[in-house]
T-cell receptor, first 111, second 113 residues
Framework: GQNIDQPTEMTATEGAIVQINCTYQ??????LFWYQQHAGEAPTFLSY????GLEEKGRFSSFLSRSKGYSYLLLKELQMKDSASYLC????????????FGTGTRLTVIP | DAGVIQSPRHEVTEMGQEVTLRCKPI?????LFWYRQTMMRGLELLIY????????DSGMPEDRFSAKMPNASFSTLKIQPSEPRDSAVYFC???????????FGPGTRLTVL
């Protein structure tokens, strides 16, 4: 089966740094995605990791360790608009089209 | 590009009624996915198509749910008869981009009374 775990909720202060963790156990691995979803809106793609290491994209970075089945999303210089749910998703097999999503981490940024 | 288009955006219906949700993916995206999202269960894959062919429908909850993709630019998800527990947001997504990531439509918020 597929199991993806994320914390349910987190709170952080505007201007700070926050790290959202994701652990996964899947039958096969061919990439990990992070999506952002604001309340009442659709998920939007943030980042992709398939090899171990850190991928940086502006204020957002994502890290992957395949041996540990672990990823994190790092958000720097938090802004109020970063308040949203962050979904971790794993593509299980090479050539597979479908993703397995975690239940998401709801981040609240406070002044 | 208009992105993924879904209709209706909101649907309120009574138990027992038929509901049809519609999706138009981004042109050139050959895989299409239907998801259901609730607070309790998060985002669940219902079914996906590759080149208009259903590949995996193991997530479809029961026979009341059916999906079709008659051509590359249109798909429907039908619930007949609908039940209150079907109330959720239903998303359609296509696959494309540099990492074959999924692009989601705005969703249909379904309420079954």
């Amino acid at each position: 089966g597929q199991n993806i775990d994320q914390p349910t909720e987190m709170t952080a202060t505007e201007g700070a740094i926050v790290q959202i963790n994701c652990t996964y156990q899947t039958s096969g691995f061919n990439g990990l995605f992070w999506y952002q979803q604001h309340a009442g809106e659709a998920p939007t793609f943030l980042s992709y990791n398939v090899l171990d290491g850190l991928e940086e994209k502006g204020r957002f970075s994502s890290f992957l360790s395949r041996s540990k089945g672990y990823s994190y999303l790092l958000l720097k210089e938090l802004q109020m608009k970063d308040s949203a749910s962050y979904l971790c998703a794993v593509r299980g097999q090479t050539g597979a089209n479908n993703l397995f999503f975690g239940t998401g981490t709801r981040l609240t940024v406070i002044p | 590009d208009a992105g993924v288009i879904q209709s209706p955006r909101h649907e309120v219906t009574e138990m027992g009624q038929e509901v049809t949700l519609r999706c138009k993916p981004i042109s050139g995206h050959n895989s299409l996915f239907w998801y259901r999202q609730t607070m309790m269960r998060g985002l669940e894959l219902l079914i996906y198509f590759n080149n208009n062919v259903p590949i995996d429908d193991s997530g479809m909850p029961e026979d009341r749910f059916s999906a079709k993709m008659p051509n590359a630019s249109f798909s429907t998800l039908k619930i007949q008869p609908s039940e209150p527990r079907d109330s959720a947001v239903y998303f359609c997504a296509g696959r494309g981009g540099n990492h074959n990531e999924q692009f989601f439509g705005p969703g249909t918020r379904l309420t079954v009374l």
